[in-house]
């Protein structure tokens, strides 16, 4: 064996925080867990063979793999967006660290919300920019910091956030954006497919699109296939083809892949009755009292608090013991004492489905309670 003991300090504080990673498979269970929030993954029109399209592209974009396929999904998916232009990527996380890395220059300052995703924070983290994060969705707590910036400015947030669920205040994002001539960048990756009349995105849906520098569109959600895509000017495409190293120096989606991004891009606007089903569970789980406190959000992620890495570790526990597919989130993923089951809600799932969650649920934060109150009278 490889003398590679030298980790396993960090594993055991991991360990000892009962904060430790492992790999499980679903086994079955009902979904309430996954990013397939429209069921789109296993539609039958994204299940054909790929037939002579190639499993590989051979090289970079700048290289040998470039094609046709690849140019006309980008102009296809900008069409949709109501954008100009747009760049296509491996991956979310590949896409916010090309677009950030490269953008912010020395001098700069970027803004960001404290809630934003790891791939948004590496991004940053790679810029030579000044950077700074603002209390989660705090506008008061924004202008302060933009106030005390300095150099060309960006905000960076996301308009659904992956681990509560709830929106950004994009509306007032823009106006503050506007009043210090700040760069807005969206990152539209759980909208994507689920809010709008089309599943286009809030930035659409409110009608922003020109208000925005740039926005990142995932496809490994909704889309239910794989990459990402920055919108925004044919300048901002052409200087991430120059300075984005993600994209300049990975070898580009094979053809098949982005065929599949084509084709999700054909199904999902058209998906009017899988997203009114989202909505009639969206409301049954907020109407329904489940013992716990729950984040507050109109998105089919449904944040549920259960302080503690133990405590909301028993309780998924239990769940899946009931063929329930739901995971804990833990600290560090999360601040400590907001460790949480993330709840997400799928076209596909049932009322009853749904029903059954919401009642174990109810049961076992009133076991909870009791053994708490129990704990109470003993210590009396």
Known sequence: MYPDDFLEKKLNTRKQDNAFRHLSLPEGKIDFCSNDYLGIVYHTKLLPGTGQLA????????????????EETEKKIAAFHHAESGLLFNSGYDANLGLLSSVPQKGDTILYDQLVHASIRDGIRLSFARHFSFAHNDMADLETKLRQ???TLFIVTESVFSMDGDLCPLADLVRIAAKYQAHLIIDEAHATGVLGKQGEGLVQELGLEKKIFARVHTFGKACGCHGAIVLGSSVLHDYLVNFARSFVFSTSLPEHAVDLINRAYTLFPEMFAEREQLGKLIEQFRQADTGFEKLPSSTPIQGVLIPGNEAVKKVAAVLQEHNLDIRPILYPTVPLGRERLRIVLHAY?????????????ADLSASMEKKEHTVTEEGL
């Open 149 to 151: 910036s300095t150099g």
């Open 349 to 361: 799932n049932t009322k009853e489905e749904l029903t059954k969650l919401i009642n174990l649920l």
């Open 55 to 70: 499993s590989g592209s051979t090289g970079s974009r700048l290289l040998s793999g470039n094609y046709p396929l690849i």
